[in-house]
């Protein structure tokens, strides 16, 4: 009689010990949502930023320019992911963005750069300049 009363006694504890973590978990998992917005606006700044970088790099970009790539990037990065929550991303609003910074890109660079850049994009390589 006192091992089985031993026995339920451990087998409501582990359940007990179960539910908690389950719980931890469930609380921890809520708390991570609400700083994964500000986890992907860094991201999303970081990103923008590489790419800039690396066209600043490939097409020599003056400061000024580089600011203007950098803006126009973060832009279409920030609506491509509002567009991408609100499920409304699709190939037309795609190619719509992408004409939209391919514009801004083209305010911001000399024609010789924006011929570069144009001939980067169409260039098949793992990574395109966006």
Same mark, same amino acid.
């Given at each position: 009689?006192?091992? /089985?009363?031993?026995?339920?006694? /451990?087998?409501?504890? *582990?359940? +007990?010990?179960? @539910?908690?973590? $389950?719980?931890?978990?469930? %609380?921890? *998992?809520?708390?991570?949502? &609400?700083?994964?917005?500000?986890?992907?606006? &860094?991201?999303?700044?970081?990103?923008?930023?590489?790419?800039? #970088?690396? =066209?600043? #790099?490939? /097409? !020599? =970009?003056?400061?000024?320019?580089? #600011? *203007?790539?950098?803006?126009?990037?973060?832009? %279409?990065?920030?609506? !491509?992911?509002?567009?991408?929550?609100? *499920? $409304?991303?699709?190939? !037309?609003?795609?190619?719509?963005?992408? +004409?939209?910074?391919?514009?801004? @890109? #083209?305010?911001?660079?000399?024609?010789?750069?924006?011929?570069?850049?144009?001939?980067?994009?169409?260039?098949?390589?793992?990574?395109?300049? %966006?």
């Amino acid at each position: 009689m006192k091992k /089985l009363i031993i026995t339920c006694a /451990l087998v409501t504890l *582990g359940s +007990m010990v179960s @539910f908690a973590q $389950s719980a931890r978990k469930i %609380h921890a *998992g809520s708390n991570a949502n &609400v700083s994964s917005g500000q986890t992907q606006s &860094v991201s999303i700044e970081k990103s923008a930023e590489a790419r800039a #970088k690396k =066209l600043q #790099k490939d /097409l !020599g =970009l003056n400061a000024t320019q580089y #600011k *203007g790539v950098y803006e126009a990037q973060l832009e %279409h990065d920030k609506q !491509g992911q509002a567009a991408k929550a609100n *499920g $409304s991303e699709g190939p !037309g609003q795609a190619m719509q963005l992408q +004409m939209m910074l391919d514009q801004k @890109f #083209k305010e911001a660079m000399t024609p010789t750069q924006y011929t570069k850049y144009e001939q980067m994009k169409a260039a098949p390589s793992t990574q395109k300049a %966006h």
